[in-house]
């Protein structure tokens, strides 16, 4: 199957996911990412703002925004398949929302400087709609997070996503960037 075809077939099917359902999701995968973050100690952690029936990472950001030795980054869509991660705090940042509906960094945030993504130990927790056993990872299509992470490829790129997505086989292309961890609500996979 195709896709474009694949991603509006996930994406009616997220849809049929309860609000209910979604936030106890958003829960258990945020104790999973607790756990592994405490074990590990990232100096960056990027990560999103949920959009539509996405996972919340709301449950995660007061215990990192406690622990003020990682340092927090949300994306901004600058273009072209070009997106750069901002500084951000949730209680010192403003957050706006760009031409998608989606809360970004406010244009006074500071930018991650590219030598910290390259020579620091930072994880990037990734929105998903489906990840298949090998690690490939089925996005909206924009190209945002694989133009990103080609360009920073020893950045841990850990998907997130609700169990029923996690799949036996995704088409991949050569430009799509592999995922090294998977977190359902269910599971942890390391590829």
Known sequence: MHKKSLRKDFLAQRQRISSNEIEKASLHIAQKLIYLINQNSPQY??????FGHEISLSPLLSVLDENKKIILGLPKIEGGRVMHFYIWSPHKNRL????MGILEPDPLSDIIPSEDLINSDVWAITPALAVDKKGVRL???GGYYDTFFAKYPSIKKIAVM???FAVESLPSEQHDIMMD??????EVLIY
Not at 45 to 50: F, G, I, N, P, R
Not at 96 to 99: D, E, I
Not at 181 to 186: E, I, S, Y
């Open 96 to 99: 706006v929302k760009n031409k």
């Open 162 to 164: 609700h169990h029923s």
């Open 45 to 50: 952690l990027l990560l999103y703002s949920a």
């Open 181 to 186: 961890m998977l977190v359902t609500d269910r």
């Open 139 to 141: 996005g909206y299509g």
